[in-house]
């Protein structure tokens, strides 16, 4: 599987490289700036770095791991470079408050509002894995994947698997993306409460 990580400099898109790069996946990584991505291809052990616009020709699955507020601009940009392959979106729009922080008010996903922008399948997915926990090693817990084509979305969940110790679980059509997408908010809320790296890992399933 060859897959293009598209702000794939930060701290998630990275850590996400990195673990793909060392279970075998061919990975690119992108940037808005070339010689950045290059540079951090060569620490992640990527195969390649590019510009994002070059990153995401040829792949068989698009990661889009900007920062959240810039997914959906990003995605408007890429969308004649991306055609029809698969893009998985790991984007949650938090808003941090004294209080704690929310998650988006907006009744729709960024998930599904980037399948109104895009020509291929939309996926989403690895809302649950923080960076932190994927810097160091496979993070621990599963991964959930969303999405309304199958292809697609076994694709996403392949790519789940090389980076969680737990499984990969196939959550449902891409709607499931408004929690998914929400359930970050509730793992930031945990890690800041118990100074941890909270994780989940679901039981009854056979
Ligand atoms: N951090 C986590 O623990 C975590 C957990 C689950 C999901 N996520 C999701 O993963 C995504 C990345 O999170 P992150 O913490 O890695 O974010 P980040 O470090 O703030 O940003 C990631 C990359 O986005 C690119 N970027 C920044 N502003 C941009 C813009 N205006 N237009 C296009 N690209 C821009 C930058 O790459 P270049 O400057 O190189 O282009 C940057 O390295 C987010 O959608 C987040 O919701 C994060």
Redesign the pocket.
Known sequence: MRVAVV????????ALAERLAESGVEVVI????AA??EEKARDAGAAAGAA?EDAVRGVDLVV????????L??AGQLAAAIGATPVLS?????RFTKEGVFPTDDPRSIAERLQDTLHGPVTAG???????SLAHGKAEGDAFVCGDDADAKALSLELAGHVVRGRALDAGPLASARALEGM?AV?VNLNKRYKGHAGVVVTGLP
């Open positions: 702000g794939g400099t930060g701290d998630f898109g990275l992108g940037s808005r700036d950045r991505a994002n889009l791991a900007t920062k959240a507020d810039a997914a601009p990003t790991v984007a949650s729009e938090l690895l809302h649950s894995l923080a960076a932190s970050t793992i």
